[in-house]
Structure formats: C-alpha cells, structure tokens
C-alpha cells in the first residue's frame, strides 16, 4: 500500500510539494513566535543576572534597567555625586561601581566605570585593569588588540560624532565574555569621563581646543575622587548587596526624591508580561493562519479526491478492500500534513535562529534558541487536527460507489 | 466453476418511467462464454454492475452457484468479487507511476495485508502469457494495445471464476483489438471461467461464443 501511495505523491509531486510548503511556512510562523519569544527572554533575563540593583536618578524605571544592563544609549537624569560617595560606605553593600556613558568608538560605547565592576562582572581574560586615566578595558566582543590607541567619539545621544581629537586611551587589558551587551563595550576609569567632558564644557561649543585634557588623563585612578562629596553627577550605579535582606533595604531607602533603586529582574519581569501580552497577540495570528490554511488545503484535497474518483473508485472494482481505499487516502494526506508540519518545525527554528542571531548582533545580547518539551503538545495537537481532517476525503472517497467510479 | 441464476430481478432508477433492468429468469452454465449486446441505454452497464455486484440488487435474486448477491451488503459483494471476479474495462485503469507487474499486483496488495509470496510469481507469468516481456516497464509507457493485455492479466490474478469484459476493444485499434478478444477467450477457456463480454464489436460477432444474449430496452431478447 506504501509503495502505491508514494508512486501517487511522486506523481503529483508538485502539487504536494507546494501544499507542505503551505503547511511548513504555517506551522513555522507559530513556531518561530514561540521560540523567538522565549529567546528574548531567556537572553535578556541572563544579560541581567549580574545586575543586582541598580541605583539612578528619578524617572522611567525600565529606561535605567535599559540604559544600565543593555547599555541603551538615551540620556538620563543625572543624580548627585554624593549618592555614589554614600553607596561606597554603605555597611550593606559589598560594592559599587558607577555607569557613565557618553562617548563612543565605532559605534561601540564607552562606559566610564570603577574597578569593582571588571571584577564584578566576571574578571579579566588577558590584561589587567586600568590603572590610569587614559587606560581601557575592553569587552570581549571589541576588535580591538592588547596596546591599540583610540579616540574617543561622542555618542549619538549627543548628536553627531565628533572626535575628541586631544584624547587617547591605551587598551591595557581584555574581560572574559559575559554574554551581555556589556561584551561590546569599553569601559574606562569614570574620571576621565568626568575631566573629558568638563574640560569641552569650559572650551565651550567650539571644539576641544582651548583645553588639552589628554594632559589632564595623563594622571593615576585616584579612588578617593569617587568618595568625594562634590563629584559630578551620575545617570546610574550599580550595587552589588551583601544579603538578600539588605539588598531590599537598598532598595527601600534608595527610592526618593532624588534617587531610585530598582531590581533589574523585577523591572525584566514586568516587560515580559507586556512581551507574553505581545506573544499571545502573535500566536492568535499564528494559529488564525494555520486555521485558514488548514481549510485551503483541505478545500485542494477534496477538489483533488474528487478528480480522483475514477481512480480511487476503480481499485474497489477490481478487488482493493474498502478500508485499504479509506486508508490511502486517510495516509496520503497525513503524510504530507505531517511531512509539512515538521519542515516547518525546522523553518520556525532556522527562522527564530536567523532574526535572534540579527537581534544579537544588534544589542550584543545573546539569545538561545532552543525548544521545551512542552513545545510537542501544540505540535501534537496539530498533526491530530490534521489526522482527523483528513478523515473527510478519506470518507469521501469510502464512500465512494465503484460502479459510478469506473463509468466515470 | 460458477453458475449464474437469476430469478425476478428488477432495477429501477427514480425518474424512470419503466425499469432499467428487469431479468424474470436467466441461468447460465459454468464455463459458458457469452456475449451481451445491445444499444447504448439498454441496460448492458446495468446488468454487468449487478452480476459483479458492483451494484446493489434491489429486487428478485442473482445467484452465482450457492451465493445470492442480493444477500450480501457492499463489503460482502467487495469481498466476494475481489475473489471470483475478473475485470476489464473499455479504459484501462492502469496506475500510472507504478510497472506493469505493480498494477497486475495492486488490487491484491490492497486487499489483504500481506502479499502471498506466489502472487508475484503468478503476475510475472501471467504478463508473460499476456505477451508483455518486460514486466517492470512504467505502465503509461505502454501502447493502448499493452496496457489492455496489462489489465488482462490484472483481471486473473485472483484466477476468477467470473470473468466480465465491458467494451474491451473499444478504445484499441483492430489489431489490438483483435488479440486481445482472443487472449480472452483463450484465457477463459484455459481457467475455465464464465466468460461474459458486452461488446458492440462486430469482431466478438464473428467469434466463437457459447451464447448471446441481446438486450433492448432492459429486457434480454434471444
């Protein structure tokens, strides 16, 4: 009977190859929702692991979260000096390091930090840590070597690059990947932020002339600079609790009027809600339009039954079981719902791969894609919606009388 | 080998004033060749449909040997053709995509499970006797003429008791036509099998058959 029904599909080949195609792209879009939706949030959620509490100005709680553990570029309030100088002598917290951001390097950006963030977000893999002012760091994923010089650019948070020609760090030392956007950055002592920018403030909108900061970077860290009362101000810190008991404490006494602390999961939390919102919308679409292609393609089988009627009807004539007639056509259809389905399975993951490798490139977030045992169930269910549709031509052509079937 | 009685059968389709069918009394030896004629309409389709039981008998009785057709219900008369029933048709029904010796064997692959290991054998030697040499060829690569001696042998590989030919020359060309009305007779006289050809064939008029039965307006005349 097999050999029969593959000679059948081998001679409408075509016409099956584009009804499993039909199928495959189906059963791929819903497939690609799930495991694109699970990517973001598996990667997101990994690139915030690191990231306790965070600690900014007053304003949009997810845009800190974005800016701090995504390194979005957008501008954020700034808080005082003194919250960082209080953080570092804060009993509770075990260290903290502040965000600073502003300039860039080929569309990279650079981070103006302290010491305890190389160690806290995982260490270095070759090198050492900055020890001057005109020394960098630099993340994994930046194709820069151990020695290169480079000059900064301002970032396009404000406005168009513009090279700070008197100013170039020298890259001392490399981190370990840590699978964050942090891996695209390059951090530098948060001072030579601090001197760079004053320095273009006092030489006004013209231009970096007046000054000659590179003499000022020319300096050793000076961590005392950061306790300092009357430091500048700061869009973000990042705080790395003792306890879990203080890490709430942390975040109570941290919310006021001109600070806030918030846990970057609780903040991940809520915006996969949104997202899971967002999911649910695009699997209605999805199975809408697996729905409706279930109803073509059984529209194309029975217009493709029908035409068969001779045919199928014949083989009862001359002595085929009825059943056996049942069944070829029950499994001709199930293997090109079935063979469909599971190109599309494989087009849906290719598919999430391809778009979570792009969104990867783009935010330096790497997303898994991969499927859960709770995947099969949809999938189950869906070869079983198409088994028991399939029961339709099959009965069709059951039922089918042979004597009509042979006058045709 | 069987015989054909038939006692008060009537076929009626609604919308028909008289019956398409109405045989009171028909019997036929074991082994009998006959030949069915009639113009088109007068029931020639009709009457090979009931005794292959193809279709339902509604009224009266058709009985081959100590089977009554009218008992049986659709799988029954499947059954029971699938086993003495030899089919051809005026089109050949032939499945494209699969060889000759594959459409000999389809319709016993597809009644049973599992293939009796002689039945290949028997197709093999059948395509032989059929005159056709190269039992793998693809069947839409076959002349009319083959393919008909292909739906010959497919016709008794069961080794029927019955065997029933609707117009099997009318869609060849004479010479084709002509050996394939002799590998027939041939073929019945060799099984022994009931031999029953509707044809309009003046060919089959001037061949040796037992009996001729005429049908006009569903009645047998002669």
């Known amino acids: ?408 | 080998m069987p015989r054909l009685a038939i006692r008060d059968l009537v076929v009626s389709y609604p919308g028909l004033g008289r019956p398409a069918l109405a045989v009171p009394r028909l019997d036929l030896a074991a082994g009998e060749h006959v030949l069915l004629t009639g113009a088109s309409g007068a029931g020639k389709t009709t009457f090979l449909n009931i005794v292959t039981g193809l279709e339902p008998v509604a009224a009266g009785r058709v009985r081959w040997d100590e089977i009554d057709l009218a008992a049986l219900g659709e799988g029954g008369r499947d059954r029971w053709r699938a086993a003495h029933v030899g089919l051809v048709m005026q089109e050949f029904h032939l499945f494209p995509g699969l060889s000759a010796l594959d459409n000999v064997l389809l319709p016993a692959r597809l009644a049973r499970f599992r293939l009796p290991a002689a039945l290949s054998g028997e197709a093999e030697r059948l395509l032989a006797r059929v005159g056709i040499t190269r039992a793998g060829q693809k069947v839409e690569t076959l002349s009319r003429g083959q393919m008909q001696r292909v739906a010959v042998a497919r016709a008794l590989l069961a080794r029927p008791g019955i065997l029933i030919a609707d117009e099997p020359t009318a869609s060849l060309d004479a010479e084709s036509g002509a050996a394939v009305a002799g590998l027939l007779a041939e073929l019945a006289a060799e099984t022994g099998a009931t031999l029953i050809i509707a044809s309009h064939d003046p060919l089959f008029a001037r061949a040796n058959l037992n009996r001729r039965l005429h049908l006009d307006a569903g009645r047998l005349v002669g």
């Open chain 1, 1 to 408: 009977m097999l050999g029969f029904i593959l000679a059948d599909l081998r001679r409408h080949r075509w016409g099956v190859a584009a009804i499993a195609l039909i199928v495959a792209l189906a059963t791929a879009l819903g497939v690609a929702v799930t495991l694109q939706e699970r990517a973001m949030r598996l990667g997101s959620a990994r690139a915030a692991d690191a990231f306790d509490l965070v600690v900014g100005a007053p304003g949009s709680e997810t845009q800190l979260v974005l800016s701090s553990v995504f390194l979005q570029a957008a501008p954020l309030p700034l808080m005082p000096g003194r919250v960082l100088a209080g953080l570092l002598q804060d009993p509770r917290v075990a260290w903290a390091a502040p965000i600073g951001f502003g300039d860039e390097i080929d569309g990279r950006p650079i981070v103006g930090t302290s010491a305890p963030l190389l160690e806290g977000l995982g260490g270095l893999a070759e090198g050492r840590g900055f020890g001057r002012l005109n020394e960098a760091v630099i993340g994994a994923a930046v194709p820069l070597r151990l020695g290169d010089r480079f000059h900064p650019m301002h970032g396009h948070a404000f406005g168009v690059g513009l090279v700070h020609g008197g100013v170039t760090y020298g890259v001392v030392g490399r981190m370990k990947p840590t699978g964050t956007p942090w891996d695209r950055a390059v951090l530098v002592p948060i001072e030579a932020v601090w001197r760079i920018h004053h320095a273009e403030a006092a030489a006004g909108p013209a231009g970096p002339g007046g000054a000659q900061p590179d003499e000022g970077l020319d300096a050793p860290v000076d961590p005392s600079a950061l306790l300092s009362p009357e430091a500048t101000g700061l869009p973000a810190i990042l705080v790395k609790p003792r306890t879990v008991a203080d890490a709430y404490k942390l975040r109570r006494d941290y919310r006021g009027e001109t600070t806030l602390a918030v846990f970057p999961a609780e903040v991940l939390t809520r915006l996969y809600g949104t997202l899971g919102d967002v999911r649910l919308v695009l699997a209605a679409i999805a199975t809408g339009a697996q729905a409706l292609v279930g109803a073509a393609i059984l529209l194309a089988i029975l217009v493709h039954v029908l035409q068969r009627r001779r045919q199928i009807g014949a083989l009862r004539a001359f002595g085929a079981a009825r059943l056996a007639v049942f069944s070829i056509v029950w499994l001709e259809v199930v293997l090109v719902l079935g063979a469909g389905l599971l190109v599309g399975v494989g087009l849906g993951w290719a598919g999430a791969r391809a778009l979570s490798n792009q969104l990867a490139r783009q935010t330096g977030v790497p997303m898994p894609v991969g499927f859960m045992p709770e995947d099969a169930m949809p999938l189950a269910l869906l070869l079983l919606a198409g088994a028991v549709v399939a029961v339709v031509p099959a009965v069709l052509a059951y039922r089918q009388s042979p004597a009509e079937a042979l006058r045709g």
